[in-house]
T-cell receptor
């Protein structure tokens, strides 16, 4: 069982919808991440939060909006997505920033119609 | 520009034998390297890591070797088991939050 929990597991949304992806960890980790993975490609970093503050935004379009309400929770708000945004969205956490292994959730499979 | 490369998209190994997965990188600033295993419909699972101050790290059946002069790392799995069949990603970082992943190698362990 993964210690990083992501909900929902699957999400289908239209281009005009607003939805949110949720991520939770209870390992006391202080850094949390959103990654995006397309089929047959490696995961690509989107956002990093460290101590609940956004520390890295990898030039992600504004239709993706991250939020870190507290040290255990990470959300990704989605609005006006495009079909090419369909992908596996992975949340991860690590004990601290820098050289510390990331622990991933099982992801949310997003399909934009 | 792919800074972390896994040139073998797939590898097939008999159960009980050694699996060797390879990874090359181009950024000399990388100082921390990791290997992840990924099953379908699951997130990557952390296997083992190595800091650039070491050239070998071992954890059970898994050993990672780092050759800094060649900018090359490898993961050895011995003995290989059918449950090891998965996609393996190497990843690297330069003491930042940004982990760069390789393209992955699909390992199949057959009986």
């Amino acid at each position: 069982d993964t210690e990083v929990t992501q909900t929902p597991k699957h999400l289908v949304m239209g281009m005009t919808n607003k939805k949110s992806l949720k991520c939770e960890q209870h390992m006391g980790h202080r850094a949390m991440y959103w990654y995006k993975q397309k089929a047959k490609k490696p995961p690509e970093l989107m956002f990093v939060y460290s101590y609940e503050k956004l520390s890295i935004n990898e030039s992600v379009p504004s239709r993706f909006s991250p939020e870190c309400p507290n040290s255990s929770l990470l959300n990704l708000h989605l609005h006006a997505l495009q079909p090419e945004d369909s992908a596996l969205y992975l949340c991860a956490s690590s004990q601290y920033r820098g050289n510390s292994p990331l622990h991933f959730g099982n992801g949310t499979r997003l399909t934009v119609t | 520009d792919q800074q972390v490369k896994q040139n073998s998209p797939s590898l097939s190994v008999q159960e009980g034998r050694i699996s060797i997965l390879n990874c090359d990188y181009t950024n000399s600033m990388f100082d921390y390297f990791l290997w992840y295993k990924k099953y379908p419909a699951e997130g990557p699972t952390f296997l083992i890591s190595i800091s650039s101050i070491k050239d070998k790290n071992e954890d059970g059946r898994f050993t990672v070797f780092l050759n800094k002069s060649a900018k090359h790392l490898s993961l050895h799995i011995v003995p290989s088991q059918p449950g090891d069949s998965a996609v393996y990603f190497c990843a690297a970082s330069a003491n930042t939050d940004k982990l760069i992943f390789g393209t992955g190698t699909r390992l199949q362990v057959f009986p």
